[in-house]
C-alpha cells in the first residue's frame, strides 16, 4: 500500500489556472487530519478497503497543523492575485525521540468480564442488532465433534475481519477483503470456539451506507449449522478499567529511555514481545511541551490509547507508520499508554520519532 500524493507543481499550475480565470477555489482538504478512535470509513470500489487513521490527506497543512511544501506553492500562487498576511513560521521543529517499554500485558482472555455483558443467541446476530456500531465484538460457541475428518468453518460474510480461535489458540483469520469465507479447523476440533470481529471502518458512500456488520449468518461446518452463540460486544469507549488491570500488575513509574544509534547498547537491548491478542501499558514523563509521533514499525495490528484517549488503529501492512498524538492529551508526567495488539509485536516497547511517517509515497 501507497500514501497517495499529488506532485506540488501539478496543484500550484492547477490552482494559477482557475485563479487567472477568475475562478472561485475551495481547497479540500486546507489542513489534514486524524481520524481518533475508531472514526475512519471506508471505500468500496469492488473490493472493500478502510481507511487509515491518518486524514493528513496530501494538505497544505499536514495532520499536526505544519505547513508543508504545498502549502508555500499555493500561498505564492494566491498572492499573485489577493493579499495573504503574514505568513507562518516556516520551521517545523523534530518532535522527541525516545522509547517507553512496555511494563505491564494481560491477555484479552483475561479482561473480558471489564468489557461489556455477554447475552446469548440462537444464530449470530449483527453487531448492530446489539446496537453496537464501532470496534470489536466476541462470538463464541461450543465444538463438541469427536470424529477425526477434517472440518471446515464457513460463514455468510465476515464484515469485516474475524481472528478465530480453538480454546484461545489462533486458528486463522477471515478478512473481508480478501473474500474469505471458509476456514479450516485441526480435525478433531473441540473445544471453546472464538471469532473475534472487528469492524474496519463503515463504507462512506453508495449502497453500502448503513450495512450491518459483524459476523454475518449462517455459520456452518461441514455444512451444519452452528447454533448457541455467546455474544460480547466490547466496550473499548473507556479503557480504564483494562488500565486499571494493567496498574495492578506492573511497574507504575514514569519511565522513559533515548534511542539509540545503531549498534548502541539501547539499540541492541533484547526486546520482549507482546503476543496478543493481549492489553499492555507503557508509562512515560513528556520530555518538552508539543505533539508526539508514535512509531508502530515492529508491530502488528491494533488500537493506542493515551491517557484515556484512543488514538486509533495501526496495522503493519500499511501504508501509515506513525500515529500522531496532540499535544493537548499529554501531561509533563505520568502519560499512561494502552494498547491493544491482536497478534504479536517485535518489541515490547513504545517508541516516540521525530516526524511522522505515512508510508511509501504513490503519486
Known amino acids: 500500500m501507497h500514501h497517495h500524493t499529488t506532485p506540488v507543481a501539478e496543484i ?18 486546507l489542513q489534514g487530519g486524524t481520524n481518533f478512535g475508531f472514526t475512519n470509513g471506508a471505500n468500496h470500489k469492488g473490493t472493500y478497503a478502510p481507511i487509515v487513521t491518518s486524514y493528513d490527506y496530501d ?8 505547513p508543508t511544501e504545498k502549502y508555500w506553492a499555493m500561498r505564492d500562487v ?35 468480564d471489564q468489557m461489556g455483558e455477554w447475552t446469548r443467541h440462537e444464530n449470530p446476530p449483527t453487531c448492530d442488532e446489539l446496537a453496537h456500531y464501532h470496534g470489536f465484538m466476541l462470538y463464541r460457541t461450543e465444538l463438541g465433534y469427536q470424529g477425526t475428518d477434517p472440518q471446515a468453518l464457513a460463514v455468510g460474510e465476515v464484515r469485516d475481519r474475524a481472528q478465530v480461535f480453538l480454546d484461545q489458540d489462533p486458528v486463522g483469520v477471515l478478512s473481508r477483503d480478501h473474500h474469505e469465507h471458509v476456514l479450516p479447523l ?19 458512500y453508495g449502497p453500502r451506507i448503513g450495512e450491518p456488520k459483524g459476523l454475518i449468518a449462517p455459520a456452518q461446518i461441514n455444512g451444519k449449522l452452528v447454533t ?3 455474544v460480547l460486544p466490547l466496550n473499548l469507549d473507556d479503557i480504564e478499567p483494562v488500565a ?49 509521533y508514535l512509531d508502530t514499525q515492529g508491530w502488528g495490528k491494533g ?11 495501526y496495522w503493519s501492512r500499511g501504508p501509515q507508520r506513525t500515529l500522531y498524538v496532540p499535544g493537548p492529551v499529554l501531561r509533563e508526567h505520568g502519560n499512561e499508554l494502552i494498547v491493544l495488539e491482536l497478534h504479536a509485536t517485535a518489541h515490547g516497547e513504545a517508541r516516540f520519532v521525530p516526524q511522522m511517517d505515512l508510508g511509501p509515497l504513490e503519486f
Open 78 to 112: 494566491i498572492a499573485k492575485y489577493a493579499p495573504v498576511g503574514e505568513p507562518p513560521s516556516a520551521e517545523v521543529p523534530a518532535r522527541p525521540q525516545f522509547a517507553a517499554p512496555l511494563t505491564a500485558s494481560v491477555q484479552l482472555w483475561d479482561v473480558l
Open 186 to 204: 485441526p480435525a478433531n476440533a473441540s473445544g471453546t470456539l472464538d471469532l473475534l470481529v472487528e469492524d474496519l471502518g463503515r463504507v462512506d
Open 244 to 292: 486499571a488491570k494493567l496498574r495492578g500488575l506492573g511497574v507504575i513509574d514514569s519511565v522513559a529511555v533515548e534511542l539509540g544509534e545503531p549498534g548502541t547498547a539501547e539499540d541492541q537491548a533484547t526486546p520482549t514481545p507482546l503476543v496478543g491478542p493481549a492489553f499492555g501499558r507503557a508509562v512515560f514523563d513528556l520530555p518538552e511541551a508539543g505533539d508526539l
Open 228 to 230: 448457541e452463540w455467546d
Open 303 to 313: 488500537v493506542v490509547w493515551i491517557n484515556g484517549f484512543c488514538l486509533g488503529r
Open 59 to 66: 494538505a497544505p497543512l499536514d495532520e499536526a497543523g505544519n
Open 12 to 29: 500550484a499550475r492547477s490552482l494559477d489556472g482557475l485563479l487567472h480565470r477568475g475562478g472561485s477555489v475551495n481547497i479540500y482538504m
